[in-house]
């Protein structure tokens, strides 16, 4: 009678044995589903080791400059003007431009529709501008430059170049060879890729609005490449 009790007993503890057992081996399968769901997921956890990100300063920026560009600005089917302007931009920070002051030449060509009108003496009256067939001579503009994205690139995967992108908000005046000068205001784009630490070439594009008595808000593009010098102290 004192042997039976004694394999009951054995009996009993073999199960709990095996219970424990299958118990972990579940427990295991569970928490391992449940990390790979999250992985699967993208969440983190305290295990996890943190993501590497390089971030890299940028290692050109211009305090002050000069600024030489050659354009083209198209007035109306009549004119066309090649411009050339030279400006001085200071940063107050890498993200923000002055140009201080800019002055464009426009060299105006007649298109041919407008020779072929005049040589048959066809009366031929502008909508703005008072009826004149004109077109601007000068720019005088100042405004501000915001550079919020800053690239490098690999090119011809050889060689690393570093350029960045602004939005231009300017204001000033066009100066008509007739009427005379209109207040104006300019937004635009403007591209600049970094040749060295004291030298650059530029891209822009820019839209200069009018008021005119007879046509309301008026717009002449202007787009064009430059070549942008650093001056003075200041970082590299």
């Not at 002050?64 to 030279?86: C, E, H, M, R, W």
């Not at 002055?98 to 009366?123: C, H, M, P």
């Amino acid at each position: 009678m004192l042997h039976r009790p004694s394999s009951v007993t054995f009996i009993r503890s073999s199960s709990l044995r095996a219970f424990c057992a299958l118990a972990v081996v579940l427990f295991s399968l569970v928490g391992q589903a449940a990390d790979d769901l999250e992985f699967d997921k993208g969440n983190r956890t305290v295990y996890d080791l943190p993501e590497p990100v390089a971030i890299q300063g940028r290692k050109y920026q211009m305090s002050q400059s000069l600024l030489v560009t050659a354009g083209y600005l198209p007035s109306d089917s009549f004119n066309k003007g090649f411009t050339i302007t030279a400006g001085y931009k200071l940063a107050f920070t890498p993200y923000l431009t002055w140009e201080i002051l800019s002055f464009g030449y426009i060299i105006n060509r007649e298109t041919q529709l407008k020779k072929d009108l005049l040589a048959l003496n066809v009366g031929v009256q502008n909508i703005g501008l008072g009826g004149v067939l004109d077109y601007p001579r000068q720019i005088y503009m100042t405004g501000l430059h915001y550079s919020p994205m800053y690239s490098k690139s690999l090119l011809f995967n050889s060689k690393l170049v570093y350029s960045e992108t602004s939005v231009f908000l300017g204001t000033g005046t066009l100066n008509f060879n007739q009427v005379g000068h209109k207040p104006m205001l300019a937004p635009g784009v403007t591209w600049r890729m970094y040749m060295g630490p004291r030298s650059a070439v530029t891209a822009y594009f820019r839209d200069y609005f009018y008021m005119d008595d007879n046509t309301g808000i008026t717009g002449i593009i202007d787009f064009g490449l430059g070549f942008e010098f650093k001056f003075g102290g200041g970082p590299s």
